[in-house]
C-alpha cells in the first residue's frame, strides 16, 4: 500500500490540506484503517439509526487523548492505548462500542514509518475490539510545539435495554471483582523509560474490557458498579465507588492480584500498585449472590484469566476505602495527593 | 517474593502481638500517662502507617513519629535556594523524587520545572553525574540530602567525579546528622519519650557506638531496627523488655544489615568530602548545633553553595505550625491547630505535611479524617477556657 520512502518524516506540508495531506489520508489512514465510513472521504461518518436502535436503547459516548511517554513499550504502543482506552470508556457504561474517531497530533519531523505502526496497532485493536475507525482529522504542528504524537479519539456505543450501571448503586454486602493483575501498565512505562535497567520487563496490560463486559451481561450478572481502573489505579476507582454510593468499601491486600515483577518495582522505587495505572483491567461491583457466577465467567474470557474477588462493600465508615494489610493491621487508602513519586531512601 | 515474605508473617506478628502485650500489662500498672516510643526514621514511619501497626499496639503505648525524614525537616529557605539554583540557564537541577514537592517560600521544584527550569528527577547521584559526563556545557547541580544513610553514595560520587576531572558537577549538599538531632530532642525541656527505634539505614553506615549515649546519660532504651514490619513489632517489643527490666542499652535488632561497627569505606568516603556545620537549621525544629555537614574546602568546586551565588535566606516557619511540638511527641499529629484544615499534603504549611513520610501526611493519608478531626474537637473542649490551643 506504501508509496512512502520508509526514511521519510512527517513534514509542515502534511498537515496542509495539499496533495502531501491527501497522500497521506489514502495510504496511511484509509487503507490503514480499512472500513467503509472512512472510504467515502467525506467529512462526517453517516449511520443508520435503525441498526442502531436494535442494539439497545441509549446511545453512550465518550473521549480521550493519549500523549504517552514513550510511544512504544511492551505490552503495547500509544496507538493499542487509544483503541483500548475508549472502547474500554464504552464498555464499563454496560454499552457496545461500535464506532471511533482519531485525531492525530502530530510533530513535524516524525518518522512515517512510526506513524505507519502506530495506525496498524489501532487497526489490529479496533478489530479485536469488533469496533471500527470511521473518521478522523490530522493536524501537523512545527517541532518542538508537541511531543512527536498525539492521539485523541471518540467512541459511540448503545447501551442493552434494562442494563444499569451506575458508580451509585453500591450496596453493603456487595462484592468487588477484578479481572487480573494490577499495575502492570503503570510498572510496564517506568520499565519503558529505561532509567532504572531492570531485567525482568513487565508487559503493559494494554486491552479491550468489552468482550469481558458482554459477557457479563450475557451471563445475567446484574453488575451495579463498573470502571476501568486507569489512571489512578484500583484505589482511584474504589474510593469513586464509596463516595458516589455512600457505603465503605474493605479489600484484602492478600487477595489483590499482583505481579512478582510489578511488586518489586514498587518495593524499589517506593510506589504503592494500588495507584499504579492499568489499561486493561475492570473493577466491578455485583450483589453478593452473583459474585462467585460473575468470576467464574470473567475466568473463562480471554483477559480475565486471573480474576479475583478482592472486598465487599460496608456500610461504615461511609465514603472510605479500609485495606487489611496482609500483615494483619488495617489502613485507610485515599486518593492520592499529586503523583506518585519514588522516595529517598 | 522471596526474603521479603518472610517479614511479613502475619502469624509471627501475631505472636509478637501477644508478647508485645504481656509485657504491656506489666508496664501500664503505675503509669499515669501513655507510653512513648519515638520512631526517629521516615522509613519507619511509613512502615507503621503501610502496614497498619498502630492499630495492632496495645492501649497506653504511642509511637511518636520523630524528625527522620530529611524531605520534611529541610527548611524553606534551604528549598527557595534550590528553585534559585534551578532557575539558572546554565543549570541542570537533580533531585530524588519526593524533594519535587516541598514547596518553599515561593514554589517547589515542580512548580519551577513547569515554569521552565531544567529541574530532573534522578535515582542516584551517579545518574546526576552521567548527565554531566553527557552535557559537558551545562553545569549539572545534585541537590544532596538525606542522613548518613545517603551520605556515602555522595560523597563517592564526587571522588569519582574528582578523580575524571569532570568540572560541570557539582553537589547542593544539605546532608543532615542524626545523633545530633536526636540529642537536641532529648534536651528539649517538654520530651516525654520514654524509648526510642533507631535508624536501621543510618546504623548500617554509622554503627552501634554513636547511640551509646542514649542509654547511658540519658538512660532511654534504644533499639537499632529495619524496615520490615516484623521488625518494627520486634524491636517495640525489645524496648519495652528494657523498660520493663530497668535496663537502659543500644541493642540490634537489624543485625543482617547493621554491623556493630558500622560501615568502614562509608565512614571513610563521608570524612574525606565533608566536615561538620556550626549549625543547620531545621524546618519545625530550629536551629541544632552540627547537625548538618558540607563539603571540605578541598572540594571547593564541586560545591554548588561555593561555585555559584544563591539567596541563602532564612524563611521562618509560619507561626501557627506546631511541627516541634509533634516531633517531640508533646502533641498527636491531629491535635495540632492548623491539621487537616490550613495544613494538608495538597497545601503543606509545616515539615511533616510535606512527604508521604512525615506523621501528619502520614495520618492525613492513612488515618480517618473526619474521626482524628472530632478527637481534636472533643480535646479542645476539655481544656480549661484560660490556657487554649495556644498554650499547647
Known sequence: MSRFDPDSVITLAHGSGGK??????DQLFVAGFDSPELRLLEDQARFDLDSLSDLGDRLAMTTDSFVVDPLFFPGGDIGTLAVAGTVNDLAVGGARPLYLTCGLILEEGLPIDTLRRVIDSMKRTADAAGVRIVTGDTKVVPRGAADKLFINTAGIGVIRRGCDIRSDRARPGDRILINGYIGDHGAAIVDARGELGLDSP??????????????????????????????????????????????????????LPLRDAVRGTCELLGLDPLYLANEGKLVAIVAEDQAEEALHILRQQPGGEEAALIGEVLAEPATRVLLTTGFGGERIVDLLVGEQLPRIC | ???????????????????????????????????????????????????????????????????????????????????????????????????????????????????????????????ALELARRNPDRQVIFFALGFETTMPSTALTVLQAKNEGIRNFSLFCNHITTVPTIKAVLDSPDMQIDAF???????????????????????????????????????????????????????????????????DAGL?????????????????????????????????????????????????????????????????????????????????????????????????????????????????????????????
Request: glycine share 8%.
Open chain 1, 20 to 25: 502531501a495531506m491527501r497522500d497521506l489520508i
Open chain 1, 202 to 255: 513487565v508487559e503493559s496490560d494494554c486491552r479491550p474490557l468489552n468482550g469481558l463486559v458482554e459477557a457479563l451481561l450475557d451471563g445475567g450478572i446484574d453488575i451495579h458498579c463498573l470502571r476501568d481502573a486507569t489512571r489512578g489505579g484500583v484505589a482511584t476507582v474504589l474510593n469513586e465507588f464509596a463516595e458516589a454510593s455512600r457505603c465503605a468499601i474493605r479489600i484484602e491486600e492478600n487477595h
Open chain 2, 1 to 127: 517474593m522471596k526474603y521479603v515474605d518472610e517479614f511479613r508473617d502475619p502469624e509471627k506478628a501475631r505472636r509478637l502481638q501477644q508478647r508485645i502485650e504481656a509485657v504491656m500489662l506489666k508496664l501500664r500498672k503505675d503509669r499515669g500517662r501513655p507510653l512513648q516510643i519515638m520512631e526517629f526514621c521516615g522509613g519507619h514511619t511509613h512502615t507503621l502507617f503501610r502496614y497498619g501497626i498502630e492499630q495492632m499496639l496495645p492501649e497506653g503505648l504511642e509511637m511518636v513519629h520523630g524528625p527522620g525524614c530529611p524531605v520534611c525537616v529541610l527548611p524553606m529557605g534551604r528549598v527557595d535556594d534550590c528553585v534559585a539554583l534551578a532557575e539558572r540557564p546554565d543549570v541542570i537541577f537533580t533531585t530524588f523524587g519526593d524533594a519535587m514537592r516541598v514547596p518553599g517560600s515561593r514554589k517547589s521544584l515542580l512548580q519551577a520545572k513547569a515554569e521552565g527550569a531544567d529541574v530532573r528527577m534522578v535515582y542516584s547521584p551517579l545518574d
Open chain 2, 268 to 392: 571513610q568516603a563521608i570524612a574525606e568530602v565533608f566536615e561538620l556545620r556550626e549549625y543547620f537549621e531545621w524546618r519545625g525544629l530550629g536551629s541544632i548545633d552540627h547537625s548538618g555537614v558540607r563539603m571540605r574546602g578541598a572540594f571547593a568546586d564541586y560545591d554548588a553553595e561555593r561555585k555559584f551565588t544563591i539567596p541563602n535566606l532564612k524563611i521562618a516557619d509560619p507561626k501557627a505550625c506546631q511541627c516541634g511540638e509533634v516531633i517531640k511527641g508533646v502533641i498527636r499529629p491531629w491535635e495540632c491547630k492548623v491539621f487537616g484544615d490550613a495544613c494538608t499534603p495538597q497545601t503543606p504549611m509545616g515539615a511533616l505535611m510535606v512527604s508521604s513520610e512525615g506523621a501528619c501526611a502520614a495520618y492525613y493519608n492513612f488515618g480517618n479524617l473526619p474521626d482524628l478531626l472530632r478527637l481534636r474537637e472533643q480535646k479542645d473542649r476539655r481544656k480549661p477556657a484560660s490556657t487554649g490551643a495556644d498554650a499547647a
Open chain 2, 197 to 263: 527505634l533507631a535508624p536501621g539505614h543510618v546504623s548500617m553506615v554509622v554503627g552501634e557506638q554513636p547511640f551509646q549515649f542514649i542509654a547511658a546519660d540519658y538512660g532511654k532504651p534504644i533499639v537499632i531496627t529495619g524496615f520490615e514490619p516484623l521488625d518494627i513489632l520486634q524491636s517495640i517489643y525489645m524496648v519495652l523488655r528494657q523498660l520493663a527490666e530497668g535496663r537502659s542499652e543500644v541493642e540490634n535488632q537489624y543485625q543482617r544489615i547493621v554491623p556493630k561497627n558500622g560501615n
